[in-house]
């Protein structure tokens, strides 16, 4: 599918705001829209809605916005721009714990993936039992990049069992029991993301995939050898 | 070994102080000591005694120190009181939220077990290479409770590699790589903690180390079924 991809303004100050692109078909009726798909959930599920937007284009919170740092949250392409930079925006890097300067920077992604990302989590989130059925256009659109929806077919990225809508009831205080996860977490692409139970996903932490499974495979060989 | 026993007057406002008791041996000279065998490791190496300190009579910090709820962390056997009681000391219960209530509940335990986990912590603590060897009195009354002292003897009690005394390094800042860990999350007594790898404690959760071990296997036969 070929998108439209004009220009949409961003209304974060903090945004190089060069970014936002619309995601409608090309050709399209009416308003530009950088989230189309994610108009039905907006809808039915609007904490499922934000929560796949939110994981998609930002870091993760932290502790340090008391710091006078910046919004809690940083938009992940914001964290491909140098130090000097990001001070006109108004977040000081300069200002933050080595260990919280890594954490951010690790989540860094440019804009196009970021959208990528997006586009697989509703995909996927559609495909979990107890979740709404997709408007025709949205599972057809989705379906262009992703292929066919099934329900049924979305599983933790980490555990392999199967993941129920439902889990997203906590989202609206940050706290799902379903997260945003990645094979490796020092890549933000679609390739690479799913969800997975929350303690799955804190299990794995900084792994890869591969590595968790290496790691877990070597402790039971311990337990077992005692 | 019989010890003296003695009541010490606790400094802490936050203490129904009626359980500070001297562990010094029975009829032992000098002055009453609640942590005898923490002397030694308070001169070479005061951050870890003070994490031994801190990890077996207080529950884990907590974010909720904002919301004027009393100290950061609490004694372990305050916990134990009822809310009223605990409104006595400055800590209202009911001001916080229920996840953080049955958190800190879940960290209770009396004063006699949380004097055993800080004996026993102690003990392994010395068995780690890269430890201060002990002087002779603290090896003495430390065998006395949990038999022969050997170095290298003390493993992660999740992943059993074994523990350098390094690892204790960044306890000054709260975030040591190696943490107080217990093989039942909800059980503080000396026969149930052990030092693990931070990493390990996190993946653990708020399993038993039987179910986290089936956990993972059952994780594994899915991944190797696929």
């Known amino acids: ?9 961003s209304t974060s100050r903090f945004d190089n705001a060069q970014h936002r692109l619309c995601q409608m078909p090309k050709g399209h009726d009416g308003k530009h829209d950088e ?29 340090w916005k008391s710091e006078d740092a ?12 140098s130090d000097e930079e990001l001070l006109e925006y108004g977040v000081n890097m300069v200002a933050l714990s ?3 300067v890594a954490k951010l920077r690790e989540k860094a992604a440019n804009y196009e993936s970021c959208m990528r990302v ?10 979990m039992p107890g979740a709404p059925v997709p408007l025709e256009p ?5 379906e262009d990049f992703y292929g066919s929806m099934n329900v049924h077919s979305t599983y933790c990225l980490v555990c392999r069992l199967p993941l129920h809508f439902d ?9 799902a029991d379903v997260e945003t996860a990645h094979s490796n977490p020092r890549i933000h692409d679609d ?28 402790i039971l060989d311990r337990v077992k050898a005692d």
């Open 118 to 127: 997006a586009r697989k989590l509703t995909w996927l989130a559609y495909q």
């Open 35 to 63: 989230f189309p798909y994610l108009r039905h959930l907006l809808k039915t599920n609007p904490t499922v809605a934000a929560k796949i937007k939110r994981d998609s284009t930002m870091t993760t919170g932290a502790a």
């Open 1 to 9: 599918m070929e998108l439209c991809l004009q220009r949409i303004r």
């Open 138 to 142: 949205i599972r057809i659109y989705l």
């Open 70 to 81: 910046g919004p809690n949250r940083i938009l992940r392409w914001m964290m491909l721009l």
């Open 98 to 100: 080595a260990q919280v």
């Open 191 to 218: 390739s690479n993301v799913g969800f997975a139970h929350r303690e799955c996903n804190i299990a794995q932490g900084a792994k890869t995939l591969p590595e968790f499974y290496a790691w877990i495979e070597a």
């Open 167 to 175: 889990l997203f009831a906590n989202a609206r205080r940050g706290k």
